[in-house]
């Protein structure tokens, strides 16, 4: 295993996805790791049992498939530790509970993913934790939010179906003269694109459902944390009963795989459909951070790596009761893009973002915010429908 490790060191990250989390000589050469399904892990005597000293001691805590799993991953982040959850949302929700108690205040960012407003507005709430929502831009004036009581900062970069950009590095640092915990949903660049623990975040968050798993068939959520942070991660995870199958552990794996290949295709063909739209009169605004015409371009540009292959953009339509129907019509016409609310897999998909919950970045005024998943179909289908699209919404 040694001089497997030893031969990754300074490989290219498609080389290094190919090769972590499993050494084929430790399961009789086999390439891929085996699914070891298990609840129950027996012990050969009662002091073994009596003092735990054995590395499997039942299903919830771990098996070899969901170690190769966390190794990978661990690898990937550069992180002391990993825990898999059953969702995206669970990510969230266990380092949130790991590392706040009631009294406590956290800082959430306006632009976060909505599932994770409304259990900080209803389970963080009703368990004695203070939320407030801070302006995506706020960079190191966040400092100026910061209460004696706060104790985390949570990010989320770009953020969710506007794409705003944070600056990480002055937030984390400003959150850290205060002693706040800082987590980082990092789910649209991946570790490949933007390596979050490196940048000042002490957690950092995945749906694993997106692109590691990219085939659109499971839900799963990982949550990494530096030395500093880790045990208590693990130990709240532990303590809420989280876990994962060994079979979905087995499909993330394999879907890390070819995530460096497929990220590359997704970001290219999303950003030949993105400078498409901003040549069209029918469309306000392109809301995708690697173009040099969005507000956060220079940070991106500055931290990230890479785009991945979702974005918005805003239709333009004069008359404000005309955004839904112009809207509508445009969905509805689509033949390729399927309506769905999840992304990261092959197939392109599109969805009309309700922006109704935010507190300080609201909804732009040009028209309807639609949001874009750009599969791995061939650009020239993919601007077609979407040409359908726009002529349905001109007929209304």
């Known amino acids: 295993m040694t001089d497997r490790k030893d031969m990754l060191v300074g490989a290219g990250t498609d080389t290094r996805l190919c090769h972590i989390g499993h050494d084929p000589s430790s399961f009789h050469g086999f390439v891929n790791p085996p699914v070891v399904r298990a609840s129950t892990v027996l012990f050969p005597d009662v002091h073994t049992m009596e003092t735990g000293q054995q590395k499997y001691t039942y299903g919830t805590h771990g098996t070899p498939t969901t170690d190769a799993l966390c190794e990978a991953i661990n690898e990937l982040e550069g992180s002391a530790g990993t825990i898999l959850v059953p969702s995206g949302l669970a990510a969230i929700t266990v380092p949130f509970l790991a590392f706040l108690s009631a009294g406590d205040h956290a800082l959430i960012v306006d632009s976060v993913y909505f599932p994770c407003r409304r259990f900080c507005d209803t389970i963080l709430k009703r368990l004695g934790v203070e ?44 959150a850290h003269r205060h002693g706040c915990v800082v987590t980082m949903d990092n789910t649209w660049a991946t570790p490949l694109y933007f390596k979050a623990l490196d940048f000042g975040v002490d957690v950092t968050i995945h749906a694993a459902t997106k692109y ?172 077609a429908d979407l040409e359908r699209g726009f002529k349905a919404a001109a007929e209304v």
């Open 131 to 174: 939320v407030d929502y801070y302006d995506p831009e706020i960079g190191a004036g966040i400092e100026a939010l910061i209460k004696p009581n706060t104790r985390l900062v949570h990010t989320e970069a770009p953020g969710s179906n506007t794409f705003e950009m944070q600056d990480i590095r002055a937030i984390a640092d400003a």
């Open 212 to 383: 590691p798993s990219g085939h659109s068939d499971l839900l799963m959520g990982t949550v990494s944390a530096n030395a500093a942070h880790w045990k208590t991660l693990e130990e709240a995870n532990t303590n809420l009963g989280m876990c994962v199958s060994s079979d979905d552990a087995y499909q993330i794996l394999r879907g890390l795989r070819t995530m460096g290949i497929r990220l590359e295709h997704h970001q290219k063909s999303a950003l030949a459909v993105a400078r498409w739209l901003e040549g069209r009169d029918d469309v306000a605004r392109v809301l995708h951070p690697a173009l040099p015409s969005f507000p956060g371009h220079e940070l991106w540009k500055r931290d990230f790596k890479g785009a991945s292959g979702i974005f918005s953009f805003v239709l333009a339509v004069d008359d404000p009761d005309q955004f839904k129907p112009k809207a509508r019509a445009f969905l509805d016409s689509l033949r390729l893009f399927g309506l769905g609310y999840s992304w990261g897999g092959y197939e392109s998909l599109a969805v009309m973002v309700n922006l109704q919950d935010r507190k300080i970045r609201k909804a732009p005024s040009e028209g309807p915010v639609l949001r874009l998943q750009i599969g791995l179909e061939n650009v020239e289908d993919i601007i």
